[in-house]
């Protein structure tokens, strides 16, 4: 193994455990936040499937979006869908055998970067012609979209521009998975960036505002059932309080 | 605070069987990487090599395919060093009994790498994928 590949093996090690460790303990802290209050956004569903099928729609299709600003939602939308084939195509560098649905979807992958990339580039350009959103813009919120960019870029060069060694590569990360570390990773300039800007991410991640991404399914006004009528909301601390009165 | 710490070392402990579970299905038995065949003869008069350096072979040899496809088909342009037909004489792959295997064996030396990195071919559809003709 070459020294650059300890390095960029060490990296990713590291970068998966802050990862894994990171966010388990974020959904674990937004799993114990209390939800004091009824306040699904209305009109709500009145059953418990009503709010899975609503969930769902807000997550795939980003309905509350869609309703609110149409082109917003086209670029955000065009954006995290074409993440979601992407990285999908990317399981083929994980599995042996390559999935069947991982090979089939192989070509529809590649030209959704096309879909992401635009779609990052309207939602930066958002942060920077619209007044009011500029206004409010932190720098990390620019910087977000430029690490995003500069990942699918990257990545876009290795797949359109200048190929890299895709075997080498993929002996080198299953050789990760399997604490194997006989495969060294190909020096690439290209592929080099674009590892390092995937750990990075990783490392931010459970730091970020990239966390609406497990959040939105605890949004209480999304995922809560109206039936305040039928059924009295009560928190657990509440109920404590509540049976205290009653002694 | 102190469950909150119980947590944390909770959640750490389950990491850690996770990361042990998923790498010690292979731990010993290493990445599986694909198993290629060597070249039966040489693209240079006695040196053992290929028509371009081999590092450049495994990152651009579709781009060179594609470029003399666009020669052969729309300039009429046929030269040898590029030809489909040149590297299956080469890079033929036989089984266990001697027999010549085809594309559609993980054997053969092309769809060894396509398949372990699911990139799907449709040279084969037309062309031979053995010596002397034959799927």
Redesign the interface.
């Known amino acids: 193994m070459s020294f650059l590949s300890i390095l960029y093996a060490l990296l990713f090690y590291a970068a998966?455990?802050l990862l894994?460790?990171g966010l388990?303990?974020k959904i674990?802290q937004y799993a114990r936040t209390p939800a004091p209050l009824k306040i699904p956004t209305m009109p709500a569903p009145t059953t418990q499937t009503g709010v899975v099928i609503r969930v769902a729609t807000e997550v795939v299709f980003f309905r509350q979006l869609f309703k609110s600003n149409k082109w917003i939602w086209v670029f955000g939308w065009m954006f995290h869908m074409g993440l979601f084939l992407v990285l999908a195509r990317h399981l083929?560098y994980f599995t042996?055998?390559?999935w069947t649905w991982?090979?089939l979807i192989?070509p529809f992958g590649k030209y959704a970067s096309f879909a992401m990339v635009a779609g990052l580039a309207g939602l930066w350009a958002r942060r920077i012609l619209v007044e009011r959103i500029r206004y409010i813009s932190a720098p990390s919120d620019h910087l977000m979209l430029a690490l995003l960019l500069g990942i699918g870029l990257s990545g876009m060069g290795m797949t359109f521009v200048?190929?890299?060694?895709?075997?080498?590569l993929?002996?080198?990360l299953?050789?990760l998975?399997?604490?194997?570390w006989?495969?060294s990773l190909p020096s690439d300039a290209l592929l080099l960036i674009h590892l390092l800007l995937v750990a990075i991410l990783m490392i931010i991640f459970p730091i970020s505002k990239l966390l609406h991404a497990p959040g939105v399914f605890f949004s209480p006004t999304l995922n809560q059932v109206d039936n305040a009528r039928e059924k009295r909301h009560l928190a657990p601390w509440a109920a404590e309080l509540d049976a205290k009165r009653a002694e | 605070m102190r469950t909150s710490q119980r947590?944390?070392t909770l959640?750490?402990l389950?990491?850690v069987a996770?990361?042990l579970i998923?790498?010690s299905?292979?731990?010993f038995?290493?990445?599986?990487?694909?198993i290629l065949p060597e070249a039966v003869k040489s693209a240079v008069e006695g040196e053992r090599s290929c028509v371009r350096p081999a590092?450049e072979m495994?990152?651009?040899h579709?781009?060179d395919l594609k470029h003399q496809r666009d020669d052969t088909v729309h300039e009429g342009v046929r030269t040898k060093r590029f030809a489909l037909k040149e590297c299956i004489d080469c890079h033929v792959t036989n089984d266990a009994n001697g027999e010549k295997v085809s594309i559609k064996s993980r054997e053969h030396f092309c769809n060894a790498?396509h398949?372990?990195?699911?990139?799907?071919l449709d040279c084969w559809d037309c062309h031979a994928s053995q010596p002397g003709g034959g799927q």
């Open positions: 998966t455990i894994v460790v388990g303990r674990a083929r042996e055998p390559v991982v090979v192989q200048a190929h890299i060694d895709i075997v080498s993929k002996a080198f299953l050789g998975m399997r604490f194997d006989s495969h | 947590s944390n959640l750490g389950a990491t996770v990361l998923s790498g299905t292979a731990v038995a290493g990445a599986p990487v694909p590092q495994r990152r651009s579709m781009d790498c398949s372990y990195t699911g990139v799907t």
